[in-house]
């Protein structure tokens, strides 16, 4: 009975095993800390914050990542379209928990908003275009330099979340 009780836990093991892992991200995205740290690796960026949190409206909970970049000193933004486009899929791709949005905001070495006239060409370019309703408007990041998307926006555009980490072109962010 020893024998045979050996090659039926293994194989439990090994079912119990895939299973959890099937659970998983199948190796997309990246938690919020670790990509928090990655985007400080890539030149221009001084710092930066990834945070994914919880809001209640009534009964309803939604689940936001908020993705924040400084620019170092002397850095501007290169070719805004595909920032928007970068910040956006690595926002996707943080997979600590199921996201119902993403908040996205660029600053200067200063903390100022950095160049905001341009998130209405890059959205739309992006696939995420201006609402016709004022009161939907993307209009705040020029107050506030945040810019936000839902999920179903972002799964329309990326695909499923989590998405695959995006990896940087040397045109994002430049100095000048």
Same mark, same amino acid.
């Given at each position: 009975?020893?024998?045979?009780?050996?090659?039926?836990?293994?194989?439990?093991?090994?079912?119990?095993?895939?299973?959890?892992?099937?659970?998983?991200?199948?190796?997309?995205?990246?938690?919020?800390?670790?990509?928090?740290?990655?985007?400080?690796?890539?030149?221009?960026?001084?710092?930066?914050?990834?945070?994914?949190?919880?809001?209640?409206?009534?009964?309803?909970?939604?689940?936001?990542?908020?993705?924040?970049?400084?620019?170092?000193?002397?850095?501007?933004?290169?070719?805004?379209?595909?920032?928007?486009?970068?910040?956006?899929?690595?926002?996707?791709?943080?997979?600590?928990?199921?996201?119902?949005?993403?908040?996205?905001?660029?600053?200067?070495?200063?903390?100022?908003?950095?160049?905001?006239?341009?998130?209405?060409?890059? +959205? /739309?370019?992006?696939?995420? %275009?201006?609402?016709? #309703?004022?009161?939907?408007?993307?209009? !705040?990041?020029? $107050? *506030? @330099?945040?810019?936000?998307?839902?999920?179903?926006? +972002? /799964?329309?555009?990326?695909? %499923?979340?989590?998405? #695959?980490?995006?990896?940087?072109?040397? !045109?994002?962010? $430049? *100095? @000048?």
């Amino acid at each position: 009975m020893q024998k045979h009780f050996r090659p039926v836990a293994l194989a439990t093991l090994a079912v119990v095993g895939a299973l959890l892992l099937s659970g998983c991200s199948g190796g997309r995205g990246a938690d919020a800390e670790t990509t928090q740290t990655r985007l400080l690796t890539y030149p221009g960026i001084a710092a930066s914050r990834v945070v994914v949190g919880d809001s209640m409206s009534g009964f309803t909970v939604s689940r936001y990542v908020s993705l924040s970049v400084t620019l170092k000193p002397g850095f501007v933004v290169g070719d805004a379209d595909a920032l928007a486009d970068w910040l956006f899929r690595t926002a996707w791709s943080v997979n600590d928990k199921k996201l119902d949005g993403a908040l996205v905001s660029v600053q200067a070495a200063n903390g100022d908003p950095v160049a905001w006239d341009y998130w209405p060409a890059a +959205l /739309e370019q992006f696939g995420l %275009p201006q609402s016709d #309703d004022p009161a939907a408007s993307r209009s !705040d990041y020029e $107050v *506030t @330099g945040i810019v936000d998307a839902t999920a179903e926006e +972002l /799964e329309s555009v990326i695909g %499923p979340w989590p998405a #695959d980490i995006p990896e940087p072109t040397d !045109d994002l962010i $430049v *100095t @000048g």
